[in-house]
């Protein structure tokens, strides 16, 4: 008997994609608002996929195998989402509808409670009117960090809902108080 767990790459790479395509699609990508709710969903994905193929002569799967496979989606996700999402703003810039309006951030950088070392240091990062490679990398590192904390929650959310459990494995109710039982107050 094969006492092996299946490998946890295709399930997170699928689940990656969902989460990276549908975070970087314009309109879609709202979504995220509530709670980011497209990367959970990549993590819901990934553990009901992994889950599907796990034998049911294993013990159950633990919640830290399902943030590790959660952790693999979050990864997986946040380079998907940038790769999907630069090009995608390069477009918008093309079309000039990326990006915030340089002209309101140069009537916020009037500000005199912003030093002028911030004032200078935002001008340069948004000088060339377009995406810099910091800007790209700022976005990697976020897509990576969120990408993979919410679909980490969503992988073990995944599992504690979808996961089959042996028959008989419900704990049993809460008895009721047992013994003498104390005297009713007056």
Same mark, same amino acid.
């Given at each position: 008997?094969?006492?092996?767990?299946?490998?946890?790459?295709?399930?997170?790479?699928? /689940?990656?994609?969902? &989460?990276?395509?549908? !975070?970087? @699609?314009?309109?879609?990508?709202? =979504?995220?608002? $509530?709670?980011?709710?497209?990367?959970?969903?990549?993590?819901?994905?990934?553990?009901?996929?992994?889950?599907?193929?796990?034998?049911?002569?294993l013990p159950?799967?633990?919640?830290?195998?399902?943030?590790?496979?959660?952790?693999?989606?979050?990864?997986?996700?946040?380079?998907?989402?940038?790769?999907?999402?630069?090009?995608?703003?390069?477009?918008?810039l093309q079309?000039?509808? /990326?990006?915030?309006? &340089?002209?309101?951030? !140069?009537? @916020?950088?009037?500000?005199?409670? =912003?030093?002028? $070392?911030?004032?200078?240091?935002?001008?340069?990062?948004?000088?060339?009117?377009?995406?810099?490679?910091?800007?790209?990398?700022?976005?990697?590192?976020?897509?990576?960090?969120?990408?993979?904390?919410?679909?980490?929650?969503?992988?073990?959310?995944?599992?504690?809902i979808f996961?089959?459990?042996?028959?008989?494995?419900?704990?049993?109710?809460?008895?009721?108080?047992?013994?003498?039982?104390?005297?009713?107050?007056?």
């Amino acid at each position: 008997m094969n006492q092996q767990k299946p490998p946890m790459l295709i399930p997170a790479l699928i /689940g990656g994609v969902f &989460l990276g395509v549908t !975070s970087a @699609l314009p309109l879609v990508e709202f =979504i995220n608002c $509530a709670c980011c709710a497209l990367v959970l969903g990549g993590g819901v994905i990934a553990s009901v996929l992994y889950l599907r193929d796990y034998p049911d002569f294993l013990p159950p799967m633990s919640y830290g195998d399902a943030a590790v496979l959660g952790l693999l989606t979050g990864v997986f996700g946040g380079v998907i989402w940038t790769m999907v999402d630069v090009p995608l703003e390069l477009f918008k810039l093309q079309l000039g509808m /990326g990006m915030a309006d &340089l002209s309101e951030l !140069s009537d @916020l950088l009037d500000d005199p409670s =912003i030093p002028p $070392a911030a004032r200078e240091a935002f001008e340069r990062f948004f000088a060339s009117g377009g995406l810099t490679i910091g800007m790209i990398i700022l976005s990697l590192i976020l897509n990576l960090f969120f990408g993979a904390l919410f679909a980490m929650i969503g992988a073990i959310i995944g599992v504690a809902i979808f996961q089959k459990r042996p028959a008989g494995s419900v704990p049993p109710a809460v008895p009721g108080p047992t013994g003498p039982q104390p005297p009713p107050m007056a």
